[in-house]
Nanobody
Framework: QVQLVESGGGSVQPGGSLRLSCAAS????????TRWFRRAPGKHREFVAI???????QYASSVKGRFTISRDSVKKTVYLQMNSLKPEDTAVYYC?????WGQGTPVTVSS
């Protein structure tokens, strides 16, 4: 059974950076669209970024210019580079590929 696994979350100070990774055991997330979402404490899940199978990229307005989604076809991994992090970026981040969801990786931005 294919499973998505996110990694790379952690705690950083405002202005810091993190890189999240999303890979599929027994599959390849780089072949089709993969999305990043996040759920902040007490809030609904929100879209963060998408990279399509063709490489078309879109971002939520709240992260545009600070986050970069990319993929490595050799490593079969999709990344979310997060720079200039703000406290409001604190959330559990999930990747989604087809109808699969990962378990999430927590990101905390705090001084």
């Amino acid at each position: 059974q294919v499973q998505l696994v996110e990694s790379g979350g952690g705690s950083v100070q405002p202005g810091g950076s993190l890189r999240l990774s999303c890979a599929a055991s027994g599959g390849d997330v780089t072949l089709d669209a993969t999305r990043w979402f996040r759920r902040a404490p007490g809030k609904h899940r929100e879209f963060v970024a998408i990279i399509s199978g063709a490489g078309v990229i879109q971002y939520a307005s709240s992260v545009k210019g600070r986050f970069t989604i990319s993929r490595d076809s050799v490593k079969k991994t999709v990344y979310l580079q997060m720079n200039s992090l703000k406290p409001e970026d604190t959330a559990v981040y999930y990747c989604s590929h087809k109808d699969l969801w990962g378990q999430g990786t927590p990101v905390t931005v705090s001084s």
